[in-house]
């Protein structure tokens, strides 16, 4: 497959060439370019002259071309949902019974609020001498926004990039995953026929440390918003600042869970099952990472969790009964590991799994984790689940606090008084009641504090004011043209 520059498909600019493959099997699924930094150049410049018809379009038609791609992205998919099962690693079932649909889903709601991005008016006689003035603000496009996205949910996590760029009126230059890019190379189509602009929807493939470095540092590039690692956030930050660029970095996440005493240790159980092992292989931002649960239930629900991961099918991830598939790398599953030995040698104690097949680990799960393990102190970005007793429920508070990253949490309770405490001191940008925190809803505001993120927040109507200029217009005297009777 080719890559989309200045509406043409092509290679890249050395004729370089990337293998894509099936994380469980190695088999080599296709290629595609290896961007170039003049590829990147060339792709800016583009969107440079395209910004100027995006901002000129109007919202309905913005609106109307989003719409066209959310159905056919429903229209085709089957087709999708086979694409990305193959390259991603996420297991069929996941793929089939959320992503596609979620991004279908997120593109029509940013059709819809496209034509919502209201500004306001303000009559300004609070102020001596301005008695007769009013003034009003409205939103307008950055411009040129560069969109770099994940392998872990690329197309769900990319919609709410480019549908949002787009929808505010930008030209949005996409980074695709290295890992997986095929399936985004398809929706880019649908893009490219429902009638952009050349040059207003372009994607780039490529290695990290050329495309988005280039991205994030040259001039031309109104905004960066970027979805990744922490490490590869700061990177990114700091390019960014050379030219005083805007950045929006939803980045990683050590999510944790407190299961208080009056819940049923069945549903708690599952829920931390689903929410670190079967939710992207453990691979997410916020999947659940650490769980800290009363100790009047501790062991009731480690039997359980142990005996729900022990029915676990790991394996071939384009199988439909396959619960667990593989990390996105060797690499990746190498890393994994290497935390899991260190979690032994530092004390903690495996009860189950944590075995490495190929790309495959085993879920494991830990109890007896000493405070200094690489379990609560690091992220750990695969199926790995340690189970932590607390005394009290501001002992579970401090615990989850004690953290350098603060994305999202939940606590599992019937209590309201310890839900509004506990959501009152949480240190992170959302907590989520009675369910796991692998879970984004996209009318509502993602982000995170710490190095989870650089304080702003994604969701639909939060992305399209991020993505837009606030203007301030003030009109002395106004009322003035108006003869005031009575």
Same mark, same amino acid.
């Given at each position: 497959?080719l890559?989309?520059?200045?509406?043409n498909?092509?290679?890249?600019a050395d004729?370089?060439?990337?293998?894509i493959?099936?994380p469980?099997?190695?088999?080599?699924?296709?290629?595609?370019p290896?961007?170039?930094?003049?590829d990147?150049?060339?792709a800016?410049?583009?969107?440079?002259?395209?910004k100027?018809?995006m901002?000129?379009?109007?919202?309905?038609r913005?609106?109307? /071309?989003?719409?066209?791609v959310?159905?056919?992205? @429903?229209?085709?998919?089957a087709?999708?949902v086979?694409?990305?099962?193959a390259?991603?690693?996420k297991t069929?079932k996941?793929?089939?019974g959320?992503?596609?649909?979620?991004a279908a889903?997120?593109i029509?709601?940013?059709a819809?609020?496209a034509?919502?991005?209201?500004?306001?008016?303000v009559?300004?006689?609070?102020?001596?001498n301005?008695e007769?003035?009013l003034?009003?603000?409205?939103?307008?496009p950055?411009?040129v926004?560069a969109?770099?996205?994940? #392998?872990?949910?690329?197309?769900?996590?990319w919609?709410?990039?480019?549908?949002?760029g787009?929808?505010?009126?930008?030209?949005?230059?996409?980074?695709?995953?290295?890992?997986c890019?095929l399936a985004m190379?398809? /929706?880019?189509?649908?893009y490219?026929?429902?009638?952009?602009p050349?040059?207003a929807?372009? /994607?780039?493939?490529g290695?990290?440390?050329?495309v988005?470095?280039?991205?994030?540092e040259?001039?031309?590039?109104?905004?960066?918003?970027?979805?990744g690692?922490?490490?590869?956030?700061?990177l990114?930050?700091?390019?960014?600042?050379?030219?005083?660029k805007?950045?929006?970095?939803?980045?990683?996440?050590?999510?944790a869970? &407190?299961?208080c005493?009056d819940?049923?240790?069945d549903?708690?159980?599952q829920?931390?099952?689903a929410?670190?092992?079967?939710s992207?292989?453990?691979?997410i931002?916020c999947?659940v990472k650490r769980? #800290?649960?009363?100790?009047?239930?501790?062991?009731?629900?480690?039997?359980?969790?142990?005996?729900?991961t022990?029915g676990?099918?790991v394996?071939?991830?384009?199988?439909?009964? @396959?619960?667990v598939?593989?990390? &996105?790398?060797a690499r990746?599953?190498?890393g994994?590991?290497a935390?899991?030995?260190?979690?032994?040698?530092?004390g903690?104690?495996l009860l189950?799994?944590g075995?490495k097949?190929?790309?495959? &680990?085993?879920?494991?799960?830990f109890v007896?984790?000493?405070d200094?393990?690489?379990?609560l102190?690091e992220e750990?970005?695969?199926p790995?689940?340690p189970?932590?007793?607390?005394?009290?429920i501001?002992?579970?508070?401090?615990?989850v606090n004690?953290?350098?990253?603060?994305?999202?949490?939940?606590i599992?309770?019937?209590?309201?008084?310890?839900?509004m405490?506990?959501?009152?001191?949480l240190q992170?940008? @959302?907590?989520?009641?009675n369910?796991?925190t692998?879970?984004?809803?996209?009318?509502?505001? #993602?982000?995170?504090?710490k190095l989870s993120g650089?304080?702003?927040?994604?969701?639909?109507?939060?992305?399209l004011?991020?993505?837009?200029?606030?203007? @301030?217009?003030?009109l002395?005297?106004? #009322?003035?043209?108006?003869?005031?009777?009575?």
């Amino acid at each position: 497959m080719l890559m989309l520059i200045d509406g043409n498909w092509v290679g890249s600019a050395d004729q370089a060439l990337m293998e894509i493959t099936n994380p469980s099997s190695g088999g080599v699924l296709g290629a595609v370019p290896a961007a170039t930094a003049d590829d990147v150049d060339r792709a800016v410049d583009a969107a440079n002259r395209a910004k100027v018809q995006m901002a000129a379009m109007p919202a309905h038609r913005r609106a109307e /071309i989003l719409e066209t791609v959310s159905a056919r992205i @429903t229209e085709n998919r089957a087709h999708l949902v086979a694409l990305l099962n193959a390259e991603n690693g996420k297991t069929f079932k996941e793929i089939d019974g959320w992503e596609i649909d979620a991004a279908a889903r997120i593109i029509k709601g940013y059709a819809e609020e496209a034509k919502r991005l209201h500004g306001h008016s303000v009559p300004l006689n609070g102020i001596p001498n301005l008695e007769n003035s009013l003034a009003m603000t409205l939103y307008q496009p950055l411009g040129v926004i560069a969109a770099i996205v994940p #392998f872990n949910y690329p197309v769900e996590l990319w919609s709410h990039k480019i549908a949002g760029g787009l929808a505010a009126g930008n030209a949005v230059i996409t980074k695709a995953p290295e890992e997986c890019p095929l399936a985004m190379l398809e /929706i880019s189509k649908y893009y490219e026929e429902a009638g952009l602009p050349a040059g207003a929807h372009q /994607i780039l493939t490529g290695y990290g440390e050329v495309v988005g470095a280039r991205l994030a540092e040259v001039d031309g590039v109104d905004m960066v918003s970027m979805t990744g690692s922490t490490e590869v956030g700061r990177l990114v930050s700091v390019a960014a600042s050379r030219t005083l660029k805007k950045v929006h970095l939803e980045l990683g996440g050590s999510d944790a869970t &407190i299961v208080c005493g009056d819940v049923d240790p069945d549903i708690a159980a599952q829920a931390v099952v689903a929410g670190r092992f079967t939710s992207g292989n453990g691979q997410i931002c916020c999947a659940v990472k650490r769980v #800290f649960i009363d100790k009047k239930i501790h062991q009731a629900v480690v039997d359980r969790v142990v005996e729900l991961t022990r029915g676990l099918k790991v394996g071939d991830h384009t199988q439909p009964d @396959t619960d667990v598939g593989p990390m &996105i790398s060797a690499r990746a599953a190498e890393g994994v590991k290497a935390q899991i030995d260190r979690a032994v040698d530092e004390g903690a104690r495996l009860l189950i799994g944590g075995g490495k097949n190929g790309q495959h &680990i085993d879920p494991a799960v830990f109890v007896d984790i000493p405070d200094n393990s690489v379990l609560l102190n690091e992220e750990v970005f695969g199926p790995v689940l340690p189970l932590v007793p607390f005394d009290t429920i501001d002992d579970a508070i401090a615990m989850v606090n004690n953290s350098d990253y603060g994305l999202q949490a939940s606590i599992f309770t019937n209590d309201f008084r310890a839900i509004m405490n506990a959501s009152m001191k949480l240190q992170v940008g @959302t907590v989520i009641v009675n369910h796991q925190t692998a879970m984004r809803i996209e009318c509502l505001p #993602f982000g995170g504090r710490k190095l989870s993120g650089n304080g702003v927040r994604e969701g639909l109507m939060e992305t399209l004011k991020d993505m837009s200029e606030t203007k @301030t217009i003030v009109l002395k005297d106004a #009322f003035d043209v108006f003869e005031v009777n009575g």
